[in-house]
């Protein structure tokens, strides 16, 4: 079946460090593939998104890879801050016209000082 | 623009009571979702609407949940009668083109008690 696997958090940084929360999936066809994130208090946002093999989304300094061969979508930062901290979700949305998300089930990022 | 709102934003009811969620999305997109998030785990696709027409209701636990959208807007969620494991935070979200990702509201945490 279709599926997302995360890296189970929480992750704590310090800040300024690298980031990187795996994520692998299980598809069938050519799905898209997104991250999204809730800040505490909030609801979720896209973060960024690829639709194709070797597709790079990036937003706010994050950037992810479009996989195919290793069905990976990891996200990754080069220096995160505090206002970074929040739930972080990949999901993947089937092909075919009409799309539900598929969700990991979460990467909790800490980040201090 | 206006984002997608919900409300209530939190409720909580007694076990057997009936609640109604309402959503209303960014006003054009065709596209609305319902997804929860039960006990912290993945969040979970329920269904999705294009205009007034349900179109893939899947997702749907059981026949206590009831997901109407009135004209092709807004669109109400309701659960009769509530049972515990209905608590979870509800999300609703709407788009004009889902293979480029949703726009979610900031969800209704209902507790069932």
């Known amino acids: 079946g279709n599926s997302v696997t995360q890296m189970e958090g929480p992750v704590t940084l310090s800040e300024e460090a690298f980031l990187t929360i795996n994520c692998t999936y299980t598809?069938?066809?050519?799905?898209?593939l997104f991250w999204y994130v809730q800040y505490p208090g909030e609801g979720l946002q896209l973060l960024l998104k690829?639709?194709?093999?070797?597709d790079k989304g990036s937003n706010k300094g994050f950037e992810a890879t479009y996989r195919k061969e290793t069905t990976s979508f990891h996200l990754e930062k080069g220096s995160v801050q505090v206002s970074d901290s929040a739930v972080y979700f990949c999901?993947?949305?089937?092909?075919?016209?009409?799309?539900?998300?598929?969700f990991g089930a979460g990467t909790r990022l800490a980040v201090h000082p | 623009e206006a984002g997608v709102t919900q409300f209530p934003s939190h409720s909580v009811i007694e076990k057997g009571q009936t609640v109604t969620l309402r959503c209303d999305p960014i006003?054009?997109?065709?596209?609305l979702y319902w997804y929860r998030r039960v006990m912290g785990k993945e969040i979970k696709f329920l269904l999705h609407f294009v205009k007034e027409s349900k179109q893939d209701e899947s997702g749907m636990p059981n026949n206590r949940f009831l997901a109407e959208r009135t004209g092709g807007t807004y669109s109400t969620l309701k659960v009769q009668p509530a049972e515990l494991e209905d608590s979870g935070v509800y999300f609703c979200?709407?788009?004009?083109?889902?293979?480029?990702?949703?726009?979610f509201g900031s969800g209704t945490r209902l507790t069932v008690v």
């Open positions: 006003s054009g997109h065709d596209n």
């Open positions: 999901a993947l949305g089937l092909s075919g016209g009409y799309n539900k998300l598929i």
């Open positions: 598809a069938t066809g050519y799905p898209s």
């Open positions: 690829a639709t194709k093999a070797d």
């Open positions: 979200a709407s788009s004009q083109r889902p293979e480029w990702g949703y726009t």
